[in-house]
């Protein structure tokens, strides 16, 4: 009887072990601030193009009805979802750097251009949700590409916090909107061009990290895991060097942590959703990360997109005022992540996105009572509702960090597209059904109670779900908390923590 020999690896590599045992360095700083833009660049154009509705609705600009000014979120969000299916696909195919400077060209030209359409027709507003819809696509985009690739190029011992801060400067980008808001939205140039100004400060803004991303490598770990062998070897180079000029010291690398790899196997769409949810490795992973996503995102577009108006049914705070409250909301959001984000490194993402979800679910009953008896105004609110995000901002940046590291690379861009994209698509209805709670004619704290009390609910589902099936992923290198599919396995193997590295 003849023996079969085991398939022989195409090449062997310690790569991924010479990019995790790279000391943190200006490098990394430059890295994180030319890719991470993104996250404050949508947070900057969704409160935007949100505090701009009424504005759009006045004579002498492009006169929307309200129904008009509700499908532009929904094209966007639309736009969204699509640009980080088909980024998705791309960035695992064709490499994570060639996408982010497509994805960011996307956002640039659509929010550039929606401040440059003017008429009421049918024509002007046909041509608005197009570009609405290409503006969300670059930035859906953004999210799948940009963050493979940062999980990729940060050491395992900081995975964690910096992803979650990254994630979290989402908010930063929403204070910043706010910040303009007040002086730039309030008529003081003129009501039929201060909004086209205040839309075409995200493009300037993008043009400066399109700048700053032209010396970034692309992804070794991509570049390997696609045969591309002595492209790689030439990147983790690059990066060495630059390391090295900072100052950085290089810990040498341990034989046993040479990766032996078998040649790549493409994965669409229809086979990573039979991977995700067929695989026995890969099913309560996709369960946990479809869970964190959804919840968070119910929550947030219940809760953000209806601030403003609950302000005004409720508290009676005037329309031109509403970013006064938005802008502490938005700091207290983007605290969350910058305190908490290193505690997912020390104490552990299980535990932390149990803890975060689980907090966040029970501050928000506490204070979903409290609002039905009358015991909050404007001011009052808003302070408990900073409190609540706080913690909330926190898991639900992780969750991203999640998708992004529980999978194996070679479909780590697609994952988080199909997770995103499913999310937006789930969290679309949210603002929807919160307005139905919101009736400003006669405003009724039962009805927003049920609301509260439903958002809860899947907060601390969540929580228990992270807790349930919760990966230890920190201090570990994503080989080992996900092997690549490519990956030849053999007995002398163990897993490349970090602290070897």
């Known amino acids: 009887m003849t023996r079969t020999s085991p398939p022989q690896a195409a090449l062997v590599s310690d790569i991924p072990a010479r990019v995790d045992r790279l000391p943190w360095s200006p490098f990394h700083i430059r890295l994180v601030t030319a890719l991470g833009a993104c996250w404050i660049l949508d947070g900057f154009e969704i409160t935007i193009a949100s505090n701009i509705g ?73 041509a608005l949700y197009a570009i609405r819809f290409v503006a969300g696509a670059g930035i859906g985009g953004e999210y799948a590409a940009i963050n493979s690739m940062i999980d990729e190029m940060i050491p395992a011992t900081r995975r964690g916090r910096v992803d979650v801060v990254v994630n979290g400067t989402y908010w930063a980008g929403a204070t910043l909107a706010g910040l303009i808001q007040l002086p730039l939205l309030s008529g003081a140039i003129d009501p039929s061009y201060d909004w086209r100004i205040a839309l075409l400060i995200g493009p300037v803004l993008a ?168 015991g909050f105004d404007a001011v009052t609110q808003t302070l408990v509702w900073c409190v609540i995000f706080f913690f909330a901002s926190a898991g639900a940046s992780a969750a991203y960090l999640t998708i992004s590291e529980v999978f194996p690379l070679e479909v780590r861009a697609k994952a988080i597209a199909a997770f995103f994209a499913l999310t937006q698509l789930c969290g679309a209805a949210a603002p929807y059904l919160f307005g139905l709670l919101i009736d400003r004619t006669d405003p009724n704290p039962d009805a927003l109670f049920v609301g509260y009390l439903g958002c809860a609910l899947l907060m601390a589902f969540g929580a228990v779900i992270a807790h349930v099936l919760g990966v230890d992923a920190e201090n570990k290198l994503l080989e080992d908390v996900a092997p690549p599919l490519a990956l030849v396995p053999r007995p002398s193997d163990r897993p490349l923590t970090a602290g070897g590295a």
């Open 54 to 126: 009424e504005q759009l609705s006045e004579p002498g600009t492009l006169e929307l009805t309200p129904a008009e000014i509700g499908l532009l979120a929904t094209f966007y969000l639309l736009g969204q979802a699509l640009g980080a299916l088909v980024v998705g696909h791309l960035a695992d195919r064709w490499g994570r750097r060639r996408m982010f400077f497509l994805t960011l060209a996307l956002y640039m030209a659509g929010s550039a251009a929606t401040a440059a359409v003017f008429g009421t027709g049918e024509a002007s507003l046909a």
């Open 207 to 374: 043009v400066g990290v399109w700048i700053l991303r032209r010396d970034i490598p692309e992804s070794p770990r991509w570049q390997l895991l696609h045969g591309r062998e002595a492209e790689a070897e030439r990147s983790i180079e690059q990066i060495e060097r630059t390391v090295v000029a900072s100052g950085g010291l290089l810990p040498p690398v341990r034989a046993d942590q040479r990766m032996h790899l078998n040649p790549l196997r493409r994965t669409g769409y229809l086979r990573l959703l039979v991977m995700l949810f067929g695989d026995d490795r890969y099913r309560r992973r996709a369960i946990l990360s479809l869970t964190l996503m959804i919840t968070q995102s119910v929550l947030y577009n219940a809760l953000f997109f209806s601030y403003s108006s609950i302000l005004v049914s409720f508290f009676a705070v005037d329309n031109d005022r509403t970013a006064l409250y938005i802008i502490p909301f938005a700091v207290g959001n983007l605290l969350g992540p910058i305190f908490l984000g290193r505690l997912f490194d020390r104490v552990g993402r299980r535990k932390m996105l149990s803890r975060t979800y689980g907090l966040a679910g029970v501050l928000l009953v506490g204070s979903a009572f409290v609002f039905r008896a009358g």
